[in-house]
């Protein structure tokens, strides 16, 4: 029986014990993990660290989108298919992984591609979108929608050795002039010639730890611990075990945030 709506039941508080021992993150903290609906735009091989950690950590409703299915290419750096999952969707892998372990974590999956038409609607509800993808396409269609929506945009790429992670909230009055994704990468001829990991190759260590770091962030943005990514994007060169942060600014000219941001 529980006597508030922040109460935890005895089972959540045995499977949370080590977060809620964690400084600032009481019994409150958890039930808005509880309550927080996020998406998860791409399940592969940062989106799989994603929504292990946030179903792990407590977060009540995720949703996913992801349209492909399992190739054998994957398993060097998606830890949830096994090889007899080759050929499965990615949702249906990703779905019997967090029921087994989290089956208190309610999922709605979408096994579609984000698209204009479809981004209301697959996106409802959602406070916080993790944008896990590798098209620069979609990636422009979250940060639009996000800016339209004012909600958080946790972006990260990884290619060969090397990663990026940023944070965009432009929304956000407590960052004042910090950018969205339009600002830092706005839309060029040689936009759709960027390598993909199919080219370029991929390391599972790179892409699985910049997607646990974009499980980091949207931690932070739940809890409010810590300082999230806004205004700042993170470099990774793993090769070299190199991480820079650099400070980024709002763009005036953006053809995603200044036309869309509210006043
Ligand atoms: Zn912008």
New binding site residues.
């Given amino acids: 029986m529980q006597d508030d709506i922040n109460s935890l039941t005895d089972a959540e508080i045995e499977l949370y014990a080590r977060q809620l021992v964690l400084p600032g993150w009481d019994e409150t903290v958890q039930a808005k993990l509880l309550a927080a609906h996020i998406a998860i735009i791409g399940i592969g091989g940062l989106g799989m660290p994603v929504l292990a950690y946030l179903a792990g950590a407590g977060v009540g409703h995720i949703t996913l989108i992801e349209a492909d299915r399992v190739d054998i290419t994957n398993l060097h750096r998606q830890h949830m298919p096994q090889q007899a999952d080759i050929g499965d969707t990615k949702l249906d892998v990703a779905r019997r992984f967090i029921e087994t372990r989290f089956p208190n974590c309610q999922l709605t999956c979408h096994a579609e591609m984000l698209t204009k038409d479809n981004a209301a609607h697959l996106l409802n509800g959602v406070t916080i979108c993790v944008d896990c993808t590798d098209s620069l396409v979609a990636r422009q269609m979250i ?1 639009r929608y996000s ?1 339209e929506h004012a909600i958080s945009h946790i972006f990260a790429g990884a290619v060969r050795h090397e990663g990026q992670i940023s944070v ?1 909230a ?1 929304h956000n009055e407590a960052y004042p002039d910090s ?6 990468f706005p839309e060029t001829a040689s936009y759709a010639q960027a390598p993909n990991c199919a080219q370029a190759g991929i390391s599972g260590p790179v892409v699985g730890m910049l997607g646990t770091m974009q499980a980091n962030e949207t931690l932070k943005l739940l809890t409010g611990i810590g300082t999230p990514l806004i205004g700042k994007l993170l470099l990774v060169d793993a090769a070299q075990a190199r991480f820079d942060t650099i400070n980024t600014k ?2 005036p000219d ?5 036309t869309n ?1 509210a006043d």
């Fill in positions: 940060a800016v965009f432009p950018p969205c994704f339009g600002c830092l709002r763009q953006c053809k995603i945030c200044s941001l």
